[in-house]
């Protein structure tokens, strides 16, 4: 039977999210229904809650970096039994018909993939996210929490970490290689724990001074500051990758010249059109390449969860209530988080 939970909720681009209840699907026999304990906050999350990207349908619930225990499953699950920890990320469902679902690689599903929240399921109802009680999710979109994961600071793993995961998994890091990172705040600080966890020497580029002693703390090899000529120069023909956060146009004259020959600079901020214009002379000049990435499919981020588990990789987080959450999104405009916040999802 459907269920009626608890949420918080946006219902239009100018208020403030507020209480609301809704219903949730009746369980399906491949569902997992699960009680939500923590769910992390993302940008993401502003920016559709206050339609800055001009598509979203209210009433909206935000919300998909989400760690809960597991309430009733649907007769055909097997994977997921009552009781267990489990998560859910950015995906509740694709085609899982086409080339990038049977490799893998769901996040870009060549039908369409459906968002935790602000698509329409298979059913034909809006989808909406982890700022509520609970959720029913298909069991291949469910995720094991591993036990010796911290369940909220685990929690923004499921789009931040799986985010900053994917290019550094896909490019192979690991000894030897030299990673750099441009930005630390949310994607940019697990970006630079992944690639430090995996063995590469780390350079974090920041615009801040006061950030250094911060990136050494978190295994930063190397700190330069991206607004000083001389210590840009200094690294220039260095890196085989760069992993950029940044989610606003920047100059990247200065980082692709850091790169040495066939080396990639991976966009992961989602900044659309780039700004000032990119001189393609500059890949040219020694085969390097700028590429994106977004999150990871289901398997990869299992993968993910795992690694974090075996060398006790959590994100740096702030506890939350949920009423605070308006506050929370008027610092995350200031960039005034140190650097996720997680709901508690206890306090609904």
């Known amino acids: ?27 399906q026999p491949n569902d997992v229904a699960i009680e939500i304990r923590y769910c992390g906050v993302c940008h993401s999350d502003l920016h559709t809650a206050r339609n800055h990207w001009g598509r979203t349908q209210y009433p909206l619930v935000p919300g998909h970096e989400i760690v809960g225990v597991v309430k009733a499953i649907g007769r055909e699950v097997s994977k997921h039994a009552v009781g267990d920890w489990v998560a859910v990320g950015c995906l509740v469902d694709s085609c899982q018909t086409c080339g990038s679902c049977h490799d893998g690689e769901e996040q870009y599903c060549e039908q369409g993939s459906t968002g935790t929240y602000g698509s329409l399921d298979r059913y034909g109802q809006p989808t909406q996210g982890g700022y509520s009680s609970a959720i029913v999710v298909t069991e291949h979109f469910v995720l094991k929490m591993p036990e010796t994961l911290d369940p909220a600071g685990a929690a923004p793993l499921l789009c931040a970490g799986i985010t900053s995961y994917s290019p550094l998994n896909y490019h192979k890091v690991g000894p030897g290689v030299r990673v750099g990172v441009i930005g630390l705040g949310g994607l940019g600080h697990m970006a630079l724990k992944f690639a430090v966890a995996m063995g590469a020497e780390v350079t974090q580029f920041t615009t801040s001074e006061n950030k250094k002693a911060e990136a050494e703390r978190l295994g930063a090899h190397h700190v330069v500051l991206s607004t000083d000529r001389t210590q840009m120069k200094a690294h220039f023909g260095q890196l085989d990758l760069i992993v950029d956060t940044v989610p606003v146009p920047h100059e990247l004259k200065d980082y ?11 966009l992961t901020g989602p900044i659309g059109l780039q700004n000032p214009p990119l001189n393609n002379g500059l890949l040219m000049m020694g085969r390097k390449s700028v590429s994106g990435s977004a999150i990871g499919g289901i398997e990869e981020t299992q993968q993910m969860l795992d690694f974090c588990a075996k060398n006790g990789v959590t994100c740096d987080v702030e506890m939350i209530s949920m009423d605070y ?13 140190h650097y996720r916040f997680v709901i508690d999802m206890a306090t609904l």
């Open 256 to 266: 692709l010249l850091c790169l040495k020959r066939n080396g990639n600079l991976v």
């Open 325 to 337: 959450i308006n506050e929370a999104y008027d610092r995350l405009e200031q960039n005034d988080v």
């Open 1 to 27: 039977m459907s269920e009626v939970v608890k949420s918080f909720a946006a219902h239009s681009e100018s208020s403030p999210l507020a209480a609301w209840e809704f219903e949730r699907r009746d369980l």
